[in-house]
């Protein structure tokens, strides 16, 4: 079955920095990426996807990209601000729907 | 998008019983999925609930204790049964759909202590 790796697990940046998070993934089947934010005591909330027909998709100061060929892909959060501040979780999903989740990165933004 | 309602939030049970949750969503859907996660950890998929089929269980999952029903397209249940204290987790369901048109929606979840 699929199986997802992230890092790092936890990740601190100064406010107003760039702040990166990488994923791999075994199952070259997979075709679906979704990233998630997760706020304490709330549930996760999609922020951004990426299909396996496109290497990169940017919304606002969230982009993904997508390596294919490596089945490595990565969330990048630009000009970094508090509310940033959150849980965030790859995934990987390919014909049978079901997503599979990366252990998760807890990432700081710094005053 | 689909929205879902989750019940219940949070209970506190005791070991040795069983708890049902339930997650209706609003618009009809083909599969529905169960997860599990544990204090500061990360989603592990229980289950993957079809209508009209018995659910697909993922390894380390068994239906004995986690009983699924999935009577219709809007709903589903989770039983999580003869619990102990290793069971005390959130719950989420998931189904396809949010209001961003793509991509997969939670339950608000439910947070389940055993004691």
């Known amino acids: 079955g699929e199986n997802v790796e992230q890092h790092p697990s936890t990740l601190s940046v100064q406010e107003g920095d760039s702040a990166v998070i990488k994923c791999t993934y075994s199952d070259s089947a997979s075709n679906y990426f979704p990233w998630y934010k997760q706020e304490l005591g709330k549930r996760p909330q999609l922020i951004i996807d990426?299909?396996?027909?496109?290497g990169e998709k940017k919304d606002q100061r969230i982009a993904v990209t997508l390596n294919k060929t490596a089945k490595h892909f990565s969330l990048h959060i630009t000009e970094t601000q508090p509310e940033d501040s959150a849980v965030y979780f790859c995934?990987?999903?390919?014909?049978?729907?079901?997503?599979?989740f990366g252990k998760g990165t807890r990432l700081h933004i710094l005053p | 998008s689909a929205v879902i309602s989750q019940k219940p939030s949070r209970d506190i049970c005791q070991r040795g019983t069983s708890l049902t949750i339930q997650c209706q969503v609003d618009s009809q859907v083909t599969m529905m999925f169960w997860y599990r996660q544990q204090p500061g950890q990360s989603l592990t998929l229980i289950a993957t609930a079809n209508q009209g089929s018995e659910a697909t269980y993922e390894s380390g999952f068994v239906i004995d204790k986690f009983p699924i029903s999935r009577p219709n397209l809007t709903f589903s249940t989770l039983t999580v049964s003869n619990m102990s204290p290793e069971d005390s987790s959130i719950y989420l369901c998931?189904?396809?759909?949010?209001?961003?048109?793509?991509?997969?929606?939670f339950g608000s979840g439910t947070r389940l202590t055993v004691v």
């Open positions: 995934a990987a999903s390919h014909r049978d729907d079901k997503i599979i």
């Open positions: 990426i299909r396996s027909n496109v």
């Open positions: 998931s189904v396809e759909g949010t209001s961003r048109g793509f991509g997969y929606t």
